[in-house]
């Protein structure tokens, strides 16, 4: 049974540093997500379904809907290394497919060197 | 009666997104956000303001008194007993902490509390609040 149609990407954002000694980790989740959001014309409310993987501090998704002050219906953190986020993508559009959440947040991250 | 007793406290996690907080610790003041956007108290501190997501969030001294909000004694499986807490500060915001310097039995939701700042193991100072 496919799923083609049922959920569409609708924002993206690349975090325009490199090197962000001057930020925590959990900083910058909340600044990409911030960045697609406003790409997608959308708000913080709008969001009731978020992924994310081993990059995220404390607990995962729970510690990151606390620190974004997100009211969810929908959280998944599969990790497999760098590919997670690929996984991340699935899984989100099958939540939508499903009715799990309607707006679903992906934090892409690849570790940042904090030097 | 059931006297607090300090207890080894295990170095918080300092990054550039809250290393004014606990500088300002370090100090004996305790530190909260606002948000200039849409003026909410925040805490723990972040960068961007977890209600309306603006990066215009500023330190703010609070006053340092609050009340309980919650609490719990842990007992078992610790080699100190200690009060964990919900404490609601005046500002409006609610911290997770321990109560101190107090008879553990005592500790009642709706107390009212007043900070104080306990070391840890290598790193800065703590807030944490006792009965006032």
């Given amino acids: 049974m496919s799923i083609k149609g049922k959920a569409c990407i609708v924002g993206a954002y690349e975090h325009p540093t490199r090197k962000a000694g001057d930020k925590?980790?959990?900083q910058l989740h909340a600044e990409v997500a911030k960045g697609a959001l406003e790409d997608a014309g959308l708000a913080k409310q709008d969001v009731d379904g978020y992924f994310c993987a081993g990059d995220a501090p404390g607990l995962g998704p729970l510690s990151m809907a606390h620190y974004l002050g997100l009211s969810l219906r929908h959280?998944?953190?599969?990790?497999?290394?760098?590919s997670s986020?690929?996984?991340h993508v699935a899984h989100a559009a099958q939540a939508i497919a499903a009715g799990k959440c309607n707006v679903a947040q992906e934090n892409d991250f690849c570790e940042f060197s904090q030097e | 009666m059931n006297p607090s007793q300090d207890r080894k406290i295990p170095a918080p996690a300092v990054n550039p997104e809250n290393q004014p907080y606990f500088d300002a610790a370090a100090e004996g003041k305790l530190l909260i956000k606002k948000c200039i956007s849409c003026g909410e108290f925040h805490h723990y501190p972040r960068a961007l303001c977890p209600f309306c997501f603006s990066d215009q969030t500023e330190w703010r001294d609070a006053k340092g008194t609050g009340s309980i909000y919650t609490h719990s004694v842990l007992r078992r499986g610790v080699p100190v007993p200690y009060c964990i807490?919900?404490?609601t500060l005046d500002e409006g915001v609610?911290?997770?902490?321990n109560i101190v310097d107090c008879d553990l039995d005592a500790v009642k939701i709706g107390m009212k509390v007043r900070v104080v700042f306990k070391p840890t193991d290598g790193g800065p100072p703590v807030p944490m609040f006792t009965p006032v």
Wanted: glycine residues 10%.
């Fill in chain 1, 24 to 26: 925590s980790v959990a």
């Fill in chain 1, 75 to 82: 959280m998944a953190s599969t990790d497999t290394g760098g």
């Fill in chain 1, 85 to 87: 986020y690929l996984i």
């Fill in chain 2, 85 to 87: 807490a919900y404490v």
């Fill in chain 2, 94 to 97: 609610n911290v997770l902490t």
